[in-house]
């Protein structure tokens, strides 16, 4: 599904944009220091899909949600878009069973603008947790 993703050459991809690229990237870590329902490890926001590392502290939907529908409403703020959805309504989650595969999905998600051929190496790459560890 990923590979799909990134080689899409239609549908939406406003997350291409720095603006609602950088909003989302800002919310998902204000969202973990300012309310605390889930530890972030590592993230990366694609042109058109966003991958998390969480270690949850509440059920999903109590922070997945809130987090969604406001960076829905400041990216649809943006683009001057009213009552459209932002957000496709599904989501897949994984539960992580061991640390090794904590790593290599870590990897997978600081590695995919590598792999998608957006940037040489994941530090260079300005909305991910790899770029803010550099």
Request: one cysteine or more; charged letters at 20%; glycine letters at 8%.
């Amino acid at each position: 599904m990923d590979r799909l993703l990134d080689r899409a050459a239609n549908g939406p991809s406003f997350l291409r944009r720095p603006d609602i690229a950088g909003l989302v990237a800002a919310a998902l870590r204000d969202g973990e220091h300012r309310f605390g329902p889930y530890q972030l490890h590592s993230f990366v926001v694609m042109p058109n899909h966003v991958h998390v590392l969480v270690t949850p502290h509440v059920v999903a939907t109590r922070w997945l949600g809130p987090l969604k529908g406001f960076s829905a409403h400041l990216a649809n703020r943006i683009l001057g878009h009213v009552g459209q959805p932002f957000w496709q309504d599904e989501s897949y989650d994984h539960l992580i069973r061991c640390d090794a595969e904590f790593g290599r999905i870590q990897a997978y998600i600081e590695q995919n603008p590598v792999t998608a051929g957006l940037v040489g190496a994941a530090e260079e790459f300005r909305w991910s947790s790899a770029h803010i560890a550099a």
